[in-house]
């Protein structure tokens, strides 16, 4: 069994279309796929409807949050999305994402660069990120690649452009996950290259909150970062997954570049009663 819980589509900032996303899977040797993408389940309906026979998909999100000042990302899976808290919660981010988006076009609108809100709205299918963003100074020629674009000059974080979004409590989130019946799994906790990472006190606080495990091996750890998190997450009594965060053209990692053992998957599946995994 090959299992890949971490991939964003269209409906967020990747660039695969939902409803391609279990023939991609198929043709990676994948027989399990999440579809995650940040603060929305709109892709899930366009997902489910095109699973070629034998890709197994996982139903997700992933969540903005944030612990102690610093930006985090949780992985949602399996949850109710009808369940109207948590619901509530990702409609206030996705709307939050829209504002914070408006608000660096203005101010890249005001330094001359040429990007406009019509845009950056057009390249967004979905939830609008910061990748929308960099693909418009991409295209006005103000970066080279799309990583430039996440520097101290441009939209990085805290940067010259950049604009803040809403977060949520990772605690509070926690429990509005379990409550409409989903598991949470901390994405990229030790992700040191994209900016400050939170302390192993802050997963201990998730962990008695009710989180089920930490995403470990992912393109963006370290083998420290992987070893530190493996052992962090035996002392808790954590599980431990990988997945590649797959982002179709706005990112290099391919699709099933990371995976997750079958134990875990089905300790995963086990914990969770919103909505049940859909077969193809
Ligand atoms: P946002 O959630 O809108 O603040 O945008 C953050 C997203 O931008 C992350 O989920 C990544 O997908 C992407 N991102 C962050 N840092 C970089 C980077 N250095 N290069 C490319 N993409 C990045
Ligand atoms: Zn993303
Ligand atoms: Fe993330
Ligand atoms: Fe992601």
């Excluded at 102690?68 to 949602?76: D, P």
């Excluded at 393109?219 to 493996?230: F, G, I, N, P, W």
């Amino acid at each position: 069994m090959s299992i890949d819980l971490h991939a964003h589509t269209a409906a967020s900032d990747g660039t695969t279309p939902p409803g391609e996303l279990g023939a991609l899977a198929r043709e990676a040797g994948l027989d399990v796929v999440a579809i995650t993408d940040h603060d929305t389940t709109a892709g899930w309906a366009r997902a489910a409807a095109a699973l070629p026979p034998g890709v197994s998909l996982v139903r997700g999100a992933e969540v903005s949050c944030s612990a102690e000042g610093v930006s985090l990302h949780l992985l949602a899976y399996l949850f109710d999305p009808g369940e109207p808290a948590f619901a509530a919660a990702r409609a206030a981010l996705r709307e939050s994402r829209r504002t914070r988006a408006q608000r660096m076009v203005d101010s890249l609108a005001a330094a001359g660069t040429g990007v406009t809100w019509e845009q950056v709205q057009d390249l967004a299918g979905g939830t609008v990120g910061r990748p929308h963003v960099a693909q418009a100074l991409l295209a006005a020629g103000c970066v080279p690649t799309l990583a430039d674009a996440f520097t101290p000059e441009w939209i990085g974080t805290g940067g010259r452009h950049w604009a803040g979004k809403l977060e949520l409590d990772v605690q509070e989130a926690i429990g509005l996950v379990r409550a409409a019946g989903g598991v949470c799994v901390f994405a990229h906790p030790g992700a040191s290259a994209r900016g400050r990472t939170v302390s192993d006190a802050a997963v201990v606080a998730m962990a008695g909150a009710g989180l089920a495990g930490l995403e470990v091996d992912h393109v963006d750890h370290t083998e420290q970062a992987r070893s530190h998190l493996r052992g962090l997450a035996a002392g808790l009594g954590l599980l431990t997954t990988g997945s590649s965060d797959f982002h179709g053209g706005n990112k290099t990692v391919a699709l099933g570049a990371h995976t997750t053992s079958p134990e875990v998957y089905e300790a995963l599946v086990g914990q969770a009663s919103g909505v049940p995994v859909v077969s193809g």
